[in-house]
């Protein structure tokens, strides 16, 4: 809904602004709000998803000053640098897992998972390659996780 305010803002302003200027205040202003935590939305029904993609079209549209509902929008992600939200999301959840996987996250998030090294495959190799690390998420209670729920 936020998004959706900020571009009706931005429309009203559209012709005083040059398409350069048009696409930071998209990336400022909407896609920041989109990214936001967007690696929650890995399992987010597929009309979720096309709802927040419709926003992130209004913004390619505004930017590029598209009126016809029917054009490609592709080659002008492209332009843009942007990602569409399916694949934003997959992104982020992909660098969060390679920073934990190489110690680069924060702790709270290393300490959710236990990396299991395949010690046969590093003494072949010699080196520390992805196909070595294997990521292992431990087995979460639900009895530990309601009595966290109300603790202080």
């Known amino acids: 809904k936020k998004c959706c305010w900020t571009m009706n803002n931005l429309r009203t302003i559209r012709k005083y602004l040059d398409e350069r200027v048009k696409l930071m205040l998209v990336?400022?202003?909407?896609?920041?709000?989109l990214?936001?935590?967007n690696a929650l939305y890995m399992n987010l029904s597929k009309t979720r998803v096309k709802k927040l993609q419709s926003v992130l079209n209004a913004g390619i549209r505004f930017i590029y000053d598209i009126y016809d509902r029917n054009t490609d929008l592709s080659p002008f992600y492209k332009k843009a640098h942007i990602l569409p939200v399916e694949k934003r999301?997959?992104?982020k959840v992909c660098l969060i897992c390679f920073k934990?996987?190489?110690g680069l996250a924060p702790m709270y998030l290393q300490e959710?998972?236990?990396m299991n090294r395949d010690d046969k495959a590093v003494k072949e190799t010699r080196t520390k390659t992805a196909c070595n690390l294997l990521m292992k998420i431990p087995?979460?209670?639900k009895l530990k996780a309601t009595s966290r729920r109300f603790s202080n």
């Open 27 to 33: 990336k400022q202003l909407i896609i920041s709000k």
């Open 35 to 37: 990214d936001y935590c």
């Open 89 to 91: 999301i997959f992104f």
């Open 100 to 102: 934990v996987a190489h």
């Open 112 to 114: 959710l998972v236990q």
């Open 139 to 141: 087995k979460f209670s």
